[in-house]
């Protein structure tokens, strides 16, 4: 098997806030005790709910931020802030609003050259050109959108070009944060498939962001689901949607809405909403709103561990589901 | 006897680059104690129909329709009364955004009392109580300090939960509840929906679901109208719609469903939705119908009757064979 593109160990970054009038100044840990590899090829998702550090995590990997606690690597290479101009062109990111992403007075081709006169400054004009041509057809773009704005696209449209600008430096890394969700399902399965080819074409490692777990099911080779900064489980696709160990990956999957009428299912309810990430309960971060809370759970913070893939919980789900299939 | 009732329905707005048809012909339906999806792509009018119901559109909005009627009365010459009387209390409805419909000036107690004053005789201190009785409702725990809020300092469930409490204030009969959950976490939104038809069930409304979101669709609907470019081309209950659609571009809706996939490649639909200057001749999802023949380009298709799902096509799948 090749070398991963990336690998997390033990990575967090905690941010300092508050301090206001009032509020005494708190540590919120965004992301926290996150380990993961991910290798060419390759789809990871990471998926949770807003807050969950998915956003945070994004940054990290694509180097907006430093971590504050473990290792981050790219390629080999650590992600320290010495390496951040070399690693550049290694990984790249795609939005959920292409519009907000794009440079809306810049023409198509001047969107898609820009890192190119950034990174390979090595490159004349016409080789730029070229490229940017190239990259048009490879994304499904036709040779005379070249040189409109983005405002004459449609969002599906959009996304192509925003996927096109990622791919200009040839990064082996493609973070997707989001990147269907802001589109009409007819249009979305354009952008996943074009997504596929991509990855197939070229090797292309994704982390790929989501909330939407119909859509992660599709794509997705691992999955890690986090809670408050957290991964709770993490494993192959199949296993943790066939035989999700951890209570909170069985309630986010309980309350996903299936398109098949009458399938009556029962919807495990969640109390309460998520804590504030400045208030992280000590033991197991989910124990307020799970149903199967004991004293352990509130005292003793459960490790991510156990088989056939990890969860972090003192009570996995293995025998409910065990039951429920015999 | 249907309690809400349309027929044709049409909306232009004047815009800069002339008309624009934004609701084309449309026909509504929902019964007392009925929950109605109304399911499309953005844009393809969902909003603007229950708007024009609402009576809330701005002016450059031109409406037409041979009848806009709830519960017998005519919507359309309602005088400044009798609308009062209908509409925000027997005719309620919940905004997409919840921050754009809530005050930010005023606390969420503030705004629920408020729309009590306007529509009930209720005195200051049982508006207070019905307040209170509202939030617990929808399931908002500490009602009584959360009425002191403001709606910055809640979250957007929160906050989603305060417009519905302000739009059951007053006992709708009819709840139109707009994409309510669009911008919400999947589990807030099982709580979210689960109120709504629960408090649907209790209390006998009618209600509208309006979402892009087949799997809402599937588990809260009982009737779906599908609407595309402004068109409502299919409705169907809800079962049916899944297993037999009657209109290609409800089909091939269906088929582009990541959870509906056989293969790694998705299902797609070609090309976008047509524009203000390009809506074609006859069928509008004609440029992207894999059925589409010369007929289908230049004449508009009829709609077919109930057994066909009312579908707004000339060749209707699923229909039974013609005898030669
Ligand atoms: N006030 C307005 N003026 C002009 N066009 C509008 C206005 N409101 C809505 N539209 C247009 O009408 C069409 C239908 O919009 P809408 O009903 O909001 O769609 P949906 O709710 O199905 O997403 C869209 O193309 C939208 O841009
Ligand atoms: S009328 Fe023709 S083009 Fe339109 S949906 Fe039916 S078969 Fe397709
Ligand atoms: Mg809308």
């Known amino acids: 098997m090749s070398e991963p593109v990336l690998i997390a160990e033990d990575l967090g970054r905690d941010y300092e806030v508050g301090g206001g009038l009032f509020g005494k100044p708190g540590l919120v840990r965004a992301v926290t005790d996150t380990s993961f590899t991910l290798s060419p090829g390759k789809t990871l998702a990471v998926v949770g ?5 998915k956003s945070t995590l994004a940054r990290m990997v694509t180097l907006i931020e430093e971590p504050t606690r473990g290792k981050l690597s790219i390629a080999g290479i650590p992600t320290v802030p010495e390496n951040w101009d070399r690693l550049r062109t290694e990984v790249q990111i795609v939005f959920q609003d292409p519009y907000g992403s794009l440079n809306l007075r810049q023409r198509v081709g001047a969107i898609l050259e820009e890192p190119l006169k950034i990174n390979r400054r090595d490159m004349s004009a016409k080789e730029r050109q070229e490229k940017g041509r190239e990259m048009m057809r490879l994304v499904g773009l036709r040779p005379e959108h070249y040189d409109r704005y983005p405002h004459m696209f449609s969002g599906g449209q959009r996304q192509r070009i925003a996927v096109a600008r990622a791919l200009m430096l040839e990064p082996r890394l493609l973070v997707l944060d989001e990147p269907v969700s802001a589109l009409d399902l007819s249009i979305q399965s354009q952008i996943l498939n074009l997504l596929l080819d991509l990855q197939e074409r070229l090797g292309l490692a994704y982390l790929f962001i989501s909330h939407d777990l119909s859509v992660v099911r599709h794509i997705a080779d691992d999955v890690v689901v986090m809670y408050l900064g957290r991964p709770v489980e993490t494993g192959p696709k199949d296993e943790v949607f066939e035989r999700p160990r951890h209570p909170y990956t069985r309630a986010l999957l309980s309350a996903t809405p299936r398109a098949e009428p009458g399938a009556g299912r029962r919807r495990i309810e969640l109390k309460g909403e998520l804590p504030s990430p400045l208030n992280v309960p000590p033991g197991c971060p989910f124990a307020p709103r799970c149903w199967k809370t004991q004293d352990v759970c509130r005292e003793v913070r459960p490790a991510l561990e156990g088989t056939p893939h990890p969860a972090a919980c003192h009570f996995p789900e293995d025998e409910v589901v065990e039951a429920e299939r015999a | 006897m249907s309690l809400l009732r349309i027929r044709n329905l049409t909306v232009e707005f004047a815009t800069g680059g002339g008309q624009f048809r934004a609701v084309d012909s449309v026909d509504v339906d929902v019964g007392e104690g009925e929950i109605l999806a109304i399911v499309g792509e953005s844009g393809s009018g969902k909003s603007v129909s229950m708007l024009a119901t609402m009576g809330l559109l701005p002016w450059t909005a031109t409406i037409t329709a041979d009848e806009m009627s709830f519960d017998g009365q005519d919507l359309r010459r309602l005088s400044g009364r009798a609308r009062r009387q209908i509409i925000g209390r027997d005719l309620a409805m919940i905004f997409q955004e919840p921050m754009s419909s809530l005050n930010p000036c005023f606390t969420t107690g503030f705004q629920i009392r408020e729309a009590l004053r306007q529509h009930t005789d209720l005195n200051s201190r049982q508006r207070q109580d019905r307040a209170v009785e509202l939030l617990t409702m929808v399931g908002i725990p500490d009602a009584e300090r959360r009425l002191k809020a403001f709606p910055h300092q809640l979250s957007g469930g929160m906050n989603q939960r305060v417009m519905i409490a302000m739009a059951i204030a007053c006992r709708p009969r009819l709840l ?12 807030i939104q099982a709580q979210i929906l689960d109120l709504l038809t629960g408090l649907q069930r209790d209390t006998g409304m009618g209600l509208i679901l309006i979402t892009h979101d087949m799997g809402v669709v599937a588990e809260t609907a009982e009737r779906v109208a599908v609407q595309y470019a402004g068109q409502k081309v299919e409705d169907q209950p809800v079962a049916d719609l899944f297993a037999t659609p009657h209109h290609p571009y409800t089909a091939a809706l269906l088929a582009a469903l990541p959870e509906r996939a056989t293969e790694r490649r998705l299902a797609t639909i070609p090309g976008v939705v047509p524009g203000q200057h390009d809506r074609p001749q006859g069928c509008l999802f004609s440029p992207r119908c894999q059925f589409a023949d010369e007929r289908c380009r230049t004449v508009p298709p009829p ?21 030669a």
């Open chain 1, 49 to 53: 709910e807003s807050g969950c550090g």
């Open chain 2, 303 to 323: 709609v077919q009757p109930a057994e066909l799902g009312r579908a707004r096509c000339h060749y209707p799948l699923h229909a039974p064979e013609v005898a």
């Open chain 2, 176 to 187: 139109i509840a707009d994409e309510p959950t669009t911008a919400l976490d999947v589990t």
